[in-house]
């Protein structure tokens, strides 16, 4: 089995650990939390930056914000070979810092998981992920193993096609479930099938955290553009309705 270290261990990295502990050898780290429960319960060994940096595959599950400290902490400790994976909710940003300050002879795939671990609690077969090759002949390995060993509906692409998409996708559904979440309409009784549906979403969003937010809204090139589209459009409705 090939060694896999995980560097960060939020919702999402411990989510990762369930998925990934019966395919490899699982090593954690967290510069910011006692690991011990999460080794207890998934059996995964937890060791210090230089020898998560020296497994055969590093995931890098750090929000966007920290991606080029974590980068430049483990340069000295990759190995020529290693396959390095982020899975943040943006791409193009995190293909460039990982191409800029990572050793040419390791390689880069970046990937998106299209949904959480409110979304996935029950199971992730069948949920979409994103995949980019950034550098290297890795990721063709990379989509393989998540569709035939995790299931998972494989959507291979480029980080700016990503981004495009993912304006729309998380930049303005995110800040519709913001909105609603501080409009607090958990008190109406009286719900359609829709209203449910719509709020059932929000739930999925609401303990995101304000990094994840301001990640997707802030480090998006596309999403700008998303939002004046967005707020163009309301305006017009406004018009129509005789409210301005």
Do not use: W
């Not at 909710?89 to 880069?108: F, G, M, N, T, W």
């Not at 981004?163 to 009784?189: M, N, P, S, W």
Request: aromatic fraction near 6%; proline fraction near 4%.
């Amino acid at each position: 089995m090939q060694t896999l270290g995980i560097i960060g261990i939020g919702a999402f990295g411990e989510f990762m650990i369930r998925h990934l502990a019966p395919f490899f050898k699982v090593r954690v780290y967290d510069r910011d939390r006692d690991l011990s429960p999460v080794a207890d319960v998934y059996n995964v060994t937890i060791v210090d930056l230089a020898a998560c940096a020296g497994c055969d595959i590093v995931v890098l599950a750090v929000p966007v914000q920290g991606l080029a400290g974590v980068a430049e902490a483990i340069k000295p400790h990759l190995r020529k070979g290693t396959l390095v994976i982020d899975v943040c909710s943006v791409k193009i940003k995190p293909a460039e810092i990982l191409q800029r300050l990572l050793p040419a002879e390791v390689d880069i795939v970046c990937t998106h998981p299209l949904f959480g671990p409110q979304s996935g609690r029950r199971s992730i077969a069948g949920l979409k992920i994103t995949v980019c090759n950034v550098r290297g002949k890795k990721g063709a390995g990379v989509a393989r193993f998540l569709a035939e060993r995790l299931l998972l509906d494989v959507i291979e692409t480029t980080p700016d096609q990503h981004d495009r998409e993912l304006a729309y996708v998380q930049g303005l559904t995110h800040l519709l479930g913001k909105i609603l979440v501080q409009l607090d309409l958990t008190e109406i009784r009286q719900t359609t099938k829709t209203f449910d549906l719509v709020m059932e979403a929000v739930g999925f969003m609401q303990h995101d955290s304000d990094q994840l937010f301001k990640a997707i809204e802030q480090e998006n090139p596309y999403v700008t553009e998303a939002h004046e589209r967005f707020f163009r459009a309301a305006e017009s409705l406004e018009k129509q309705l005789g409210k301005r």
